[in-house]
């Protein structure tokens, strides 16, 4: 029987530059280098501005990431649900903490 390799982490970055959180552009990048800097494939990619900031929301081969941004806050929230052992999250969470010039993080790790 083989198992199921499942990873969830939600990321809290704070103190991140407000005028990269507010581009809708620099943030879906941003978002996109991350998910290939991490080994995963891209099958869709959607970003909108919403009342505070931004949203992007990737689908990819092994799931889904996201983000939102809150610059009034200078934070942003991601989201990475990953199925599978070739997607290191870790390496994403890195690009983006470095991306969107992030002085500190809380990751929380469901699985």
């Known amino acids: 029987m083989k198992t199921l390799v499942l990873h969830h982490k939600v990321v809290k970055f704070s103190r991140c530059d407000e005028k ?11 978002l996109c280098k991350a998910i290939l800097s991490a080994r995963a494939t891209i099958v869709e990619a959607r ?7 931004v949203g ?7 799931s889904h990431v996201a ?6 806050y200078s934070q942003a929230i991601l989201d990475i649900h990953t199925c599978g052992t070739k997607m290191q ?19 929380m790790i469901f699985f």
């Open 89 to 107: 999250p870790q390496e994403a969470i890195r690009y983006v903490a470095a991306e969107l010039r992030a002085k500190s993080r809380k990751v």
């Open 20 to 30: 990269i959180l507010k581009s809708r552009r620099k943030v879906k990048n941003i």
């Open 56 to 62: 992007c929301f990737v689908v990819i081969r092994e």
């Open 47 to 53: 970003s909108y501005n919403h009342a505070r900031g």
């Open 67 to 72: 983000i939102t941004t809150f610059p009034e």
